[in-house]
């Protein structure tokens, strides 16, 4: 390559025509006349040049433009050439026989374009049909759709909640005119067994509506009608394949099913929901079975709410009303609960600011605490968006580049070509063919690849992903013009290049390689590289950020522990019974406990209302004296006396429940906890929960602080926690937590499960193990890092694919200069090193382009962190290193088989 260099500068040091006469003259001149003259003249001044000197030559070449410019040689109108029937079937079928035999000659090269672009091709249609069904969430729903959003503003610190009132919703229809209804829901907060007659489970997807629900969310009855389904207490919608699992082939309508909510009636059947919503579930009770949802509710957050507004209302203009309204309504029991004016708590930071969420953006654009079910990014759409419109690029860049390489092989047959009477927009016609023919062969690959992959990329990205959305007409239709598309972008350039040889020179075989030409091909090899670089680095960058967040402390221990969910169910009978006091209900859980902690291989057990991962409650705290405006709204936890030594939470300073004191009015702090609130040396000290759920304000005594502690992913930061002892008024206990010893883990669970049977009636063990429940928070960043690596593996597969296409060419080109200095004395590895050297100059290059854009755009995806590492320049030097032994290994192999040859082989061909 070194050498093509040289020699292209030394040849361009020869004197050219001025460029102003030739084009005046292609610009006067007819096109069959025009290349004629102008190889004739050229050849003149290039006798003249030689001969005498350059400034006379051009002299004399502007004088024949000149003398030509005569009425005989004007381009007319209607020129019969200019009516080159592109249209004409005989003329396009010449162009695919002639494109057949074509690629049928350099098998070779026409095999690695194909291969090239058909990976290039399937990879994008992935993206398609990925992007597609993440597009394609809530679209099924009706318009005008809202759903309520909340940001609560602490005078420490911002929450956004999906959670609002339940009073809020009801209330705005009755305001404003543009509501035309709203519609209430309540998750479950833990799974559920569900019964009818001797068949019971576990499920998860449970919801609680109102009975306007169908006049806001589109769910189609198979059974029931929606006026009446959900309007009764203990009323159930259950879907078409939970009907199938509870009740087979009889009707399910008018059947009593027991759940942890009492037994409900099936007054409906709906089919079942679609996977691509923001919201899934299998039943839905009636949410009027809930006396708590007939009481007023401004302040408390406990059900989504959803809101149809009136056709073309405008929801901008809504929400501006929002603050007067809440005002209106919610300062009565701020008053109440604080003791002071609402004007003074939202001095004091305080703030309810509502919004008005579109449906049909939920799943892309929201991400708030209490969703339904984990949503997608937006964010991770335009990523790969990005991604596959740079991998196509990347699968057309090496056509082009193989294309115009192969420019001095092809010039001789445009020379003939033309001589024959072949003009330039037949031999552009021609070349453009060869490309779409070229790429329709791709992309039958593409698709055949595609039946193949598309199973497992949807394992790998966790959705529901098939073929049918290609198969619809309108996209078929949109598919094949993007392949013209494809073909003609991929071949314009190179048919132009090709086509513009002028027959005379390349007849002669004074055809000159274009500096324009390498230059173009050096900077596409550039882009090449470095849009591969910069996919490396990202993903290097987000699996780093990934294995931080596994692997960072959260403050407790996450391995080997097991946690039993709705472990209410082992007291059950005396958790119903409204005559039991709490001390009746704790005797039967701490026998059960005791059992478990017998079982061989288990080390400790505990209870707790809930675990890192679950959303806590709020718990609203306030130092007495400090001031009503200083409360302070914490995470609310209740443990029993185990809970810390089981997971290896530090006490920092007092101590910990114990059985040894009556602790129902005790406290424990987390030190950022301590810290918000001013308290210093806080053991012994007073600290009040606000009216938190019952009639009176609660005084608790802080006994112990522990350190901090993540209970929520690492996106955002700690919050304040407030841990009370499980016999404290208010408390509910709810999962049990299992530490067991990895080594006997198997027989520890069958002796947790037999124990767990002699507790509990008909109700099955469900537990998980607490580290990989954790992983969760990170699904989305995991199958990001996923998809991400494959897809940087198939760029710089198509990439390596262009470079050994032009190691090859180069390799080729070199031959007799290969075999001269062998014969002069080189090793292979000096030659090696030789073709290597100038490929390796352009990747260093790509490294330089693709550092910043990516250190750029991976600081911005970090910012999404409350918890991020820092970018590390090892990082890019990792990822230039990959790429630069990467292309070694593709250039590598053709510079090795080029050295090896015979020199007297190379040159005898010479």
């Known amino acids: 390559m070194p050498t093509l260099i040289k020699k292209d500068n030394r040849e361009n040091k020869r004197p050219e025509p001025p460029a102003w006469a030739t084009g005046f003259l292609r610009w006067y001149c007819r096109e069959e006349l025009a290349e004629e003259i102008e190889g004739d003249i050229k050849e003149i001044f290039e006798e003249t040049a030689g001969e005498k000197n350059s400034r006379l030559a051009s002299l004399q070449y502007v004088w024949h433009v000149l003398k030509f410019c005569q009425p005989f040689a004007w381009k007319k109108k209607n020129n019969k050439y200019n009516q080159t029937q592109f249209n004409n079937w005989t003329m396009l079928k010449n162009y695919i026989i002639i494109a057949y035999r074509s690629l049928l000659k350099k098998v070779g090269y026409s095999l690695v374009n194909i291969f090239g672009l058909a990976v290039g091709i399937t990879v994008c249609l992935l993206i398609v049909i990925f992007v597609q069904y993440e597009l394609s969430f809530d679209n099924f729903q009706k318009d005008d759709v809202y759903r309520i959003a909340l940001k609560r503003v602490y005078p420490e610190r911002e929450v956004n909640y999906a959670f609002i009132p339940h009073s809020i919703g009801p209330q705005l229809k009755e305001d404003f005119p543009e509501v035309i209804q709203s519609a209430n829901l309540l998750k479950a907060f833990a799974p559920i067994v569900v019964r009818y007659n001797d068949n019971y489970f576990y499920e998860e997807n449970i919801l609680f509506a109102d009975s306007t629900l169908f006049e806001v969310l589109e769910i189609p009855l198979i059974e029931g009608d929606a006026e009446t389904a959900l309007k009764e207490p203990n009323s159930l919608l259950i879907t078409e394949s939970m009907a199938k699992k509870y009740f087979g082939d009889e009707s399910p309508m008018g059947k009593s099913m027991e759940t942890g909510q009492g037994n409900f009636i099936v007054r409906a059947v709906a089919k079942d929901y679609p996977g691509n919503s923001h919201m899934a579930f299998d039943f839905i009770g009636s949410m009027s079975t809930f006396p708590f949802i007939a009481q007023p509710n401004w302040i408390g957050f406990d059900v989504l709410t959803y809101l149809k507004l009136q056709p073309g209302a405008n929801p901008a203009t809504l929400e501006k009303q929002f603050p007067e309204f809440v005002k209106k309504y919610a300062a009565g029991p701020i008053q109440q609960r604080n003791g002071i004016s609402y004007d003074e708590y939202i ?88 490309s779409i023919l070229l790429t329709l062969i791709s992309f039958v690959l593409a698709m055949v690849a595609l039946i193949f992959i598309l199973p497992f990329f949807a394992d790998v990205s966790h959705r529901a992903l098939t073929l049918n959305f290609l198969l619809a007409p309108a996209t078929i239709t949109v598919i094949v013009l993007v392949i013209f598309c494809i073909g003609f972008l991929a071949g314009v350039y190179p048919a132009f290049v090709l086509s513009s040889f002028q027959p005379a020179a390349v007849l002669k075989g004074k055809m000159q390689t274009s500096k324009y030409g390498v230059f173009l091909r050096n900077g596409l090899v550039v882009f090449q590289f470095a849009i591969s670089i910069g996919l490396i680095s990202c993903t290097m960058i987000i699996f780093n950020q990934m294995s931080f967040m596994l692997n960072k402390s959260l403050g407790f221990e996450k391995d080997h522990v097991v946690v039993i969910e709705s472990a209410f169910n082992v007291n059950r009978d005396n958790f119903q019974n409204p005559d039991a006091d709490v001390f009746q209900i704790r005797s039967r859980y701490e026998t059960f406990e005791n059992e478990i902690k017998k079982v061989p291989g288990v080390k400790n057990a505990t209870y707790t209302s809930a675990m890192p991962g679950d959303v806590m409650p709020g718990f609203i705290v306030r130092v007495p004296g400090s001031g009503e405006k200083e409360s302070m709204v914490a995470r609310g936890l209740s443990v029993d006396e185990s809970f810390f030594e089981t997971m290896q939470i530090e006490l920092l300073e007092g101590r910990l429940f114990s059985k040894s004191f009556n602790d129902s009015l005790s406290m424990i702090l987390a030190a950022s906890t301590v810290a918000k609130l001013g308290l210093e040396d806080p053991i012994g000290k007073k600290i009040i929960n606000v009216n938190n759920g019952g009639d009176t304000d609660i005084t608790y005594t802080i006994i112990g602080v ?52 002699q507790f509990t009636k008909d109700t099955p063990l469900r537990y998980y193990y607490l580290d990989e429940n954790l992983k969760r928070f990170y699904d989305a960043e995991k199958t990001s890092g996923d998809m991400f690596t494959i897809f940087t593996s198939l760029a710089i597969m198509i990439a390596c694919i262009g470079l050994f296409g032009l190691a090859a060419y180069t390799a080729g080109q070199k031959r007799k200069e290969i075999g001269v200095r062998k014969v002069m004395g080189a090793s292979i590895f000096n030659i090696v090193l030789l073709l290597s050297r100038d490929f390796t100059k352009l990747i260093l290059i790509a490294v330089l382009v693709a550092v910043p854009a990516a250190w750029w755009g991976m600081d911005k995806w970090l910012d999404n962190f409350a918890y991020r590492i820092d970018i590390s320049v090892w990082t890019f030097l990792l990822a230039a290193l990959t790429a630069v032994v990467i292309g070694w290994l593709t250039v590598g192999y053709q510079s090795f088989t080029a050295a090896s040859v015979n020199p007297v082989k190379s040159l005898r061909s010479e």
């Not at 955002?716 to 080594?743: C, Q, R, W, Y």
């Open 706 to 757: 522990v350190n901090d502690f993540h209970f929520q992913s690492l996106h955002v930061g700690l919050e304040p926690v407030a841990i009370i002892h499980v016999n404290s008024p208010n408390t509910f206990i709810n999962k049990m937590v299992v530490k067991v010893d990895p080594s006997e883990l198997k027989a520890s669970l069958a002796g947790v499960e037999a124990t767990w049977n």
């Open 347 to 434: 001095a004091a930071g305080n703030g309810y600011i509502y919004t008005l969420q579109p449906l049909k953006d939920i799943y892309l654009h929201s991400n708030l605490e209490g969703e339904i079910k984990a949503n997608g990014n937006i964010t991770y759409v335009y990523i790969f968006i990005s991604a596959a419109i740079f991998i196509l690029l990347i699968a057309c860049i090496n056509f082009m580049n193989l294309s115009t390489a192969r420019s001095t092989e092809r010039a001789k047959e445009v020379g003939i070509r033309k001589v024959l009477g072949s003009v330039r927009n037949q031999l552009i016609g021609q070349f453009i063919t060869e």
